[in-house]
Each structure stands twice: as C-alpha cells, then as structure tokens.
C-alpha cells in the first residue's frame, strides 16, 4: 500500500481534515490496518488516530443486517464541525508543546490547580495565556492528551456545552414539497415515496425508518440504533446496495417531515458508492405541522402501531419480526384498490 501523505512537513499537532477522515474510514474498515499503522501513514501520533477513531464509530447494518461498529469519515466530520461551533472561540493550545507540557508537568506532578497554573503561567513567558476554565476545557476535550480529570486535585465536574443540542442543516427552498415533480404529486408514476421514524421509547432505542411509496403503498420498514440522521443515511445505504442500479429508478424521490433526523438532505442523497457523482435520490419536505402531505406513510405508520404500540422498546425487537410486519402490511386488501394488495398492484406493474 501507497503512503498518501507525501508532505514533508509533520502534520503532528494540527487538526485532521476530511480527506484524512476518509483514509482512515478506508484503512480501518475495509483494509483492518492498525491504528499504528494509520498513525503512521497519516504521520499523526496513535493517541490522535485512537480518539479519532473513537469519534467517528457508528453502529451499521451489514447486507445480513446485523449490526456492526465501523468508522464513518462523514459522521466524524460531522462532529468535528458541530463541536467547533457548539464551542465557540477558544485559545489555541495545539501549538504550543512547551505550555502543554508545562500543565502537565503542574497537575500530575506538582499537584497544581488549573486556577494557580492560570496564575503562573501570566509570568512565564508563554506565547500562549490561558485562564484556568480554558485549561480545564482543553483537558476535558482531550487537547491535552496526557491528563485526565482524575489527575486533578480539584476535580470539577465538567459540563459540556450544548450537549444535547442538535445544530439542523439549513434547508434550501427548492427542497420544499412545493418543487417536488408534479408526477410524485398526482400518484402517477412509480417511485415517489414518503418517509418517517416510528419511535419506541421518546429517550433512547432503536427506531424504525418507514418509507412508503405514493403510488402503490407499497411499505419497506427498516430498524436503525437511534433518531439521527447518520443512521437514516445508512440506512439507505442498505436499502441502495439490496436494489443496486434499480435503487435509482424505484427511489425517484423521497419526501419527508422537517425533523432534525432528515435535515441533512446532502448525507441523505450521497450515494454509498463514491464513483456515482449524481444524488442516488432527491429528497424534499413537506410544509411544517401539515402531516397530511406525508398522508400514505402517516397511515402505514398507524398500521405498524397496531404490533408496535407506542411506548415500546424497539431495541429487542427482531429483524424478523419487522418483516413480518413488513409482509402484512404489502398483503393488507386495501379499500382503495378494490380489496387488493400492494403486491398485486406490483405485480401487475412488473408484469
């Protein structure tokens, strides 16, 4: 294998960039290297390989659709910027190893606190001035990597800023239902399809991504770790690698509500395979608190609730039993073809 990296100049110290990110999704997922290996490669120190690593995993579906931890160059970047954002302005402490080992050398061996290595530190000389909360963030954050909270003898509980808080990717306003074909509108043609999540537990658990096709109601549910829109993406990732080329004429497009978990419409059309350069599908939203726009999912939703009543945990839930679920759903006599199913109107379509 090729080193990528062919600057001379070290990169130890400065902030990995997406291109990075995506050799390491790369050499850790696919080519199983070491994470030593990758430091290597990428001429970054191991400690800086494993917290990155450690940032990116997200749990995936393989094509038996078990569930298995892998690097994701996108979710990582992901969190890279939000965290930049949800942090604000913060003196740099990167650069400066002399001031860096310096509080290290103080907390661990001196036994000093933040606050009087704050004081020292104004007298010192360094190009860097840090006050002691700024200290006590970069050490929270990792940025000093030898220290841990425990080390310090007055050990505060450190709140992260904005933890909870979801940043939602602003939507442009040809995204709106407003521009979708008028063919996904009059139910005319196939592979228009409206999409949802079935929650379980409001806190945590797995939840169901629901699609179902405008035309024929035809219904595919699909189990994903949690309400956010890595997983969504993955998702179809899964459902694209089943169909393969067909994905692209099945899913024409795609429509659904304005939730934080669909918002990053980009992640949500980017094709799994990195050759396609055209959106493997275009996604659009429907007008804010109008649900009746997404009517045939909100009535698919309604027949999955009579085996998943709200409240219910959907973690220990089997895949089988999703496609049970799935089955019925595409067999139902449906009123609105004459009493019959969705497979029959499919495969009347295909015949």
């Keep these: 294998m090729c080193q990528e990296n062919n600057t001379t100049k070290s990169r130890k110290g400065k902030h990995l960039d997406y291109r990075e990110r995506q050799s ?7 080519d199983k290297l070491k994470k030593v290996e990758i430091a290597r490669l990428l001429d970054r120190y191991e400690k800086t390989i494993r917290n990155e690593i450690k940032r990116g995993l997200v749990k995936n579906l ?11 160059a996108d979710v990582a970047q992901a969190k890279y910027e939000y965290y930049l ?25 001196e036994k000093r606190s933040p606050e009087v290595i704050a004081e020292d530190i104004k007298e010192m000389g360094f190009k860097t001035i840090m006050c002691a909360k700024t200290i006590r963030n970069n050490i929270a954050s990792g940025d000093i990597y030898n220290i841990k909270q425990k080390d310090m003898i007055y050990n505060k509980k450190h709140k992260e800023k904005n933890k909870d808080k979801k940043v939602c990717e602003k939507v442009p306003a040809e995204k709106s239902i407003d521009y979708r074909p008028e063919e996904a509108n009059t139910r005319e043609v196939y592979g ?19 699609l179902t096709e405008r035309m024929t109601r035809e219904e595919i549910i699909v189990k994903i770790p949690g309400k956010n829109a890595e997983y969504v993406a993955m998702a179809l990732d899964m459902i694209e690698k089943k169909y393969k080329k067909e994905f692209y004429t099945k899913f024409k497009t795609i429509t659904f509500d304005n939730g934080g978990e669909f918002r990053k419409w980009k992640l949500l059309e980017k094709s799994y395979d990195g050759r396609r350069k055209s959106a493997r599908t275009r996604v659009y939203y429907a007008h804010p608190y109008r ?9 698919a939703n309604r027949l999955i609730r009579r085996f998943i009543p709200k409240g219910v945990d959907i973690t220990p839930i089997p895949d089988s039993f999703i496609q049970k679920i799935q089955d019925w759903i595409n067999n139902y006599p449906r009123a609105l073809f004459n009493y019959k199913s969705t497979n029959y109107i499919l495969s009347k379509i295909c015949a």
């Design 291 to 299: 649900s009746g726009e997404r009517g045939s999912n909100e009535n």
């Design 24 to 30: 390491i999704e790369r050499w850790w997922n696919r």
């Design 85 to 109: 954002k949800a942090k604000g302005p913060k003196l740099k402490i990167d650069n400066d190893y002399e001031l860096k080992e310096y509080i290290e050398k103080a907390i661990k061996k």
């Design 62 to 72: 393989t094509s038996e659709w078990e569930e298995i931890w892998v690097y994701s």
């Design 192 to 210: 228009h399809w409206e999409g949802d999540l079935v929650i379980g537990t409001r806190k945590k658990g797995s939840v169901l991504l629901t």
